[in-house]
C-alpha cells in the first residue's frame, strides 16, 4: 500500500469512530442552569454532581449535591455514582472541570450527563458544609 493512500484511510476510520461514539452515546449535553433548575423542579431520580475539590465544596454548593472531585474520575465508575443511567447534573466552579468530568463520565459508559456549567453564576440556593 502506498503511504499516500493511508492518510484517507486513516482519517476515514478516526472519523467514523467518532460518529459513532456519538451514536452510541459516548458524550454529554450541555445545559443552561436555567434548564438545570427546571429539571430539579420536575424531575426525581438525578443526582447533582459537584465536581470540586472538597474544601471548595464545603465552602458552598448546590443543595443536594454530591462531591465527586474531577481529579477522582479515572477509567472505573466512582462509587458514589453506582448507575450509569440516571440522570447526572454536573457543575463545578467556572465549567472547565464540569465539561472535563462530563466527558470522562461518558467515556466509561455513563449515558444520561447534563453539563450546567459553574456555580460562580449559578442563580440559586448554595448551601455550606458537607
Same mark, same amino acid.
Given at each position: 500500500?502506498?503511504?499516500k493512500?493511508?492518510?484517507?484511510?486513516?482519517?476515514l476510520?478516526?472519523?467514523s469512530a467518532?460518529?459513532l461514539?456519538?451514536?452510541?452515546?459516548?458524550?454529554y449535553?450541555?445545559?443552561? =442552569?436555567? &434548564?438545570a433548575? &427546571?429539571?430539579?423542579?420536575e424531575e426525581?431520580g438525578?443526582?447533582i454532581?459537584?465536581?470540586?475539590r472538597?474544601?471548595?465544596?464545603?465552602?458552598?454548593?448546590?443543595?443536594g449535591?454530591?462531591?465527586?472531585?474531577?481529579e477522582?474520575?479515572?477509567?472505573?465508575?466512582?462509587?458514589?455514582l453506582?448507575d450509569?443511567? =440516571?440522570l447526572?447534573?454536573v457543575?463545578?466552579r467556572?465549567?472547565?472541570?464540569?465539561k472535563?468530568a462530563?466527558?470522562?463520565?461518558?467515556?466509561i459508559?455513563?449515558?444520561?450527563?447534563?453539563?450546567m456549567g459553574?456555580i460562580?453564576?449559578?442563580?440559586?440556593?448554595?448551601?455550606?458544609?458537607?
Amino acid at each position: 500500500m502506498k503511504r499516500k493512500g493511508l492518510l484517507p484511510v486513516i482519517t476515514l476510520i478516526m472519523a467514523s469512530a467518532f460518529l459513532l461514539g456519538a451514536c452510541i452515546g459516548l458524550s454529554y449535553r450541555r445545559i443552561t =442552569q436555567e &434548564k438545570a433548575m &427546571k429539571i430539579m423542579e420536575e424531575e426525581t431520580g438525578y443526582l447533582i454532581v459537584d465536581v470540586r475539590r472538597p474544601d471548595e465544596f464545603a465552602e458552598g454548593h448546590i443543595e443536594g449535591a454530591i462531591n465527586v472531585p474531577n481529579e477522582g474520575i479515572t477509567d472505573e465508575m466512582p462509587e458514589e455514582l453506582p448507575d450509569k443511567d =440516571q440522570l447526572l447534573l454536573v457543575y463545578c466552579r467556572t465549567g472547565r472541570r464540569s465539561k472535563e468530568a462530563a466527558d470522562k463520565l461518558a467515556k466509561i459508559g455513563y449515558t444520561n450527563i447534563y453539563e450546567m456549567g459553574g456555580i460562580n453564576t449559578w442563580p440559586g440556593t448554595i448551601v455550606t458544609g458537607d
